[in-house]
């Protein structure tokens, strides 16, 4: 009897560990067709532009235009949208607490789907939220058919929560003084290195890192496979343990270092406000490579 009871609650057990496991940061197509008649899967496809996604879209994916989840503001580009004009969105779209979300771009527009994987993990969603690995491109060259039709939505009752992964500049100060966490640029090597951008200074700030986004990505727009990412990681953070800040100009493009180190297992955050803030207060340190 008691052996019965033992039996029983370990297999309890080990369905919540299932049940509760996070889904895969990065899919394949192969992923998502095998899974498209899951009542629970979710795909979005980001298009700046409603008529390209009414062209093409992967079947049962509901339109999101970035700008509902990144608004922009007189204080800076990008931004976390507010909590309940985000839950609105979300549950517009179908999400609820249970939901199986992939996030699919088209064409080169890797950078805003990345940073859209963040702002769903910020407002609740870690773990629930995967990356299509090359996007709609991949999809139809995996030899899967695209619509022209959408889905019908039923509303979906997730709340938002937000997160912890969004950081202040005084936070990004803080950082620069610790020996648990670093500070990362991850704009290319000649914008970190002082090549004009058009900011009112120009560098990257004083002590921080470089880990280049377009380093993650291949010809095709597709992250690269875990060991070079791991490479690109571990030359200039080799301690895993150490928390990752991330920033760029705007709070976009080192969003694709965000996934990168998520796959890697790094602890990592966004200054979102990035040099945009930056490098209009003169009292934060910049620097340019010296030669």
Same mark, same amino acid.
């Given at each position: 009897?008691? *052996?019965?009871? @033992?039996?029983?609650?370990? =297999?309890?057990?080990? =369905?919540?560990?299932?049940?509760?496991?996070?889904?895969?940061?990065?899919?394949?197509?192969?992923?998502? /067709?095998? $899974?498209?008649?899951?009542? !629970?899967?979710?795909?979005?496809?980001?298009?700046?532009?409603?008529?390209?996604?009414?062209?093409?879209?992967?079947?049962? %994916?509901?339109?999101?235009?970035?700008?509902?989840?990144?608004?922009?503001?007189?204080?800076?580009?990008?931004?976390?949208?507010?909590?309940?004009?985000?839950?609105?969105?979300?549950?517009?779209?179908?999400? +609820?607490?249970?939901? *199986?979300?992939? @996030?699919? /771009?088209?064409?080169?527009?890797? #950078?805003?789907?990345?940073?859209?994987?963040? !702002?769903?993990?910020?407002?609740?969603?870690?773990?629930?939220? +995967?990356?299509?690995?090359?996007?709609?491109?991949?999809?139809?060259?995996?030899?899967?058919?695209? #619509?022209?039709?959408?889905? %019908?939505?039923?509303?979906?009752?997730?709340?938002?929560?937000?997160?912890?992964?969004?950081?202040?500049?005084?936070?990004?100060?803080?950082?620069?003084?610790?020996?648990?966490?670093?500070?990362?640029?991850?704009?290319?090597?000649?914008?970190?290195?002082?090549?004009?951008?058009?900011?009112?200074?120009?560098?990257?700030?004083?002590?921080?890192?470089?880990?280049? &986004?377009?380093?993650?990505?291949? =010809?095709?727009?597709?992250?690269?496979?875990?060991?070079? @990412?791991?490479?690109? &990681? #571990?030359?200039?953070?080799?301690?895993?343990?150490?928390?990752?800040?991330?920033?760029? &100009?705007?709070?976009?493009? %080192?969003?694709?270092?965000?996934?990168?180190?998520?796959? @890697?297992?790094?602890?990592?955050?966004?200054?979102?406000?990035?040099?945009?803030?930056? +490098?209009? $207060?003169?009292?934060?340190?910049?620097?340019?490579?010296?030669?």
């Amino acid at each position: 009897m008691q *052996k019965h009871l @033992l039996l029983s609650l370990l =297999s309890f057990q080990l =369905s919540l560990s299932i049940l509760a496991a996070d889904q895969p940061i990065l899919v394949t197509p192969q992923w998502v /067709h095998e $899974r498209l008649n899951d009542p !629970t899967l979710v795909i979005l496809q980001l298009n700046f532009f409603r008529l390209d996604y009414e062209k093409e879209h992967v079947p049962g %994916a509901r339109f999101l235009w970035p700008e509902w989840l990144t608004p922009n503001s007189p204080d800076g580009s990008y931004n976390i949208p507010d909590a309940k004009k985000a839950t609105e969105i979300l549950q517009k779209l179908g999400i +609820s607490k249970n939901s *199986k979300i992939v @996030l699919c /771009h088209i064409r080169d527009q890797v #950078t805003v789907t990345a940073r859209i994987f963040l !702002t769903l993990e910020q407002l609740g969603l870690r773990g629930q939220v +995967s990356y299509l690995n090359g996007g709609l491109e991949a999809w139809k060259k995996a030899g899967f058919a695209v #619509t022209k039709e959408a889905p %019908a939505v039923k509303k979906g009752n997730f709340k938002v929560k937000p997160g912890d992964l969004i950081v202040d500049k005084d936070y990004v100060l803080r950082t620069l003084r610790s020996d648990t966490a670093v500070v990362v640029d991850a704009r290319m090597k000649r914008y970190y290195d002082g090549e004009p951008a058009g900011y009112p200074r120009d560098g990257h700030i004083t002590g921080a890192l470089n880990i280049p &986004f377009p380093d993650m990505l291949d =010809s095709t727009n597709a992250f690269k496979p875990l060991a070079q @990412l791991e490479a690109n &990681f #571990t030359a200039v953070v080799p301690d895993k343990k150490k928390e990752i800040v991330l920033y760029c &100009f705007i709070g976009q493009t %080192a969003c694709v270092d965000y996934i990168a180190g998520r796959l @890697l297992g790094y602890r990592v955050k966004l200054y979102d406000a990035s040099l945009q803030e930056w +490098s209009r $207060r003169e009292e934060l340190p910049m620097e340019v490579k010296k030669e």
